[in-house]
Nanobody, 125 residues
Framework: VQLQASGGGLVQAGGSLRLSCAASGRTFSMNFMGWFRQAPGKEREFVATIRWRGGSTIYADSVKGRFTISRDTAKNTVYLQMNLLKPEDTAVYSC???????????????????WGQGTLVTVSS
């Protein structure tokens, strides 16, 4: 599975951005797709994930109510709609796909096998 992320950029606090991640290759094997982020000087952290079949979602507490993850199975694409952005959301956002992710570990980066390149989101105050 290959992943291609896009949609990052510079936005003012309170603004919105939508990230996209297109999957190709053996996409039929995916069971979860998610987003993680890494801010400068910090460890990578979980943002959100979605079950590929069924569409159930999990969010980090820090983004609940502001971010929405969705997917288009026909396009093999997952989206992250980010609203009410804050300066602390500034990070490199990476998408990930797993083929044998279980619900209880879906927020762990180690559960995911495939990773796309990151896309930078910068939120100015």
């Amino acid at each position: 599975v290959q992943l291609q992320a896009s949609g990052g950029g510079l936005v003012q606090a309170g603004g919105s951005l939508r990230l996209s991640c297109a999957a190709s290759g053996r996409t039929f094997s995916m069971n979860f797709m998610g987003w993680f982020r890494q801010a400068p000087g910090k460890e990578r952290e979980f943002v959100a994930t979605i079950r590929w079949r069924g569409g159930s979602t999990i969010y980090a507490d820090s983004v609940k109510g502001r971010f929405t993850i969705s997917r288009d199975t026909a396009k093999n694409t997952v989206y992250l709609q980010m609203n009410l952005l804050k300066p602390e959301d500034t990070a490199v956002y990476s998408c990930a796909a797993g083929t044998s992710v279980i619900q209880s570990s879906a927020a762990s980066a180690s559960a995911y096998t495939y990773w796309g390149q990151g896309t930078l989101v910068t939120v100015s105050s």
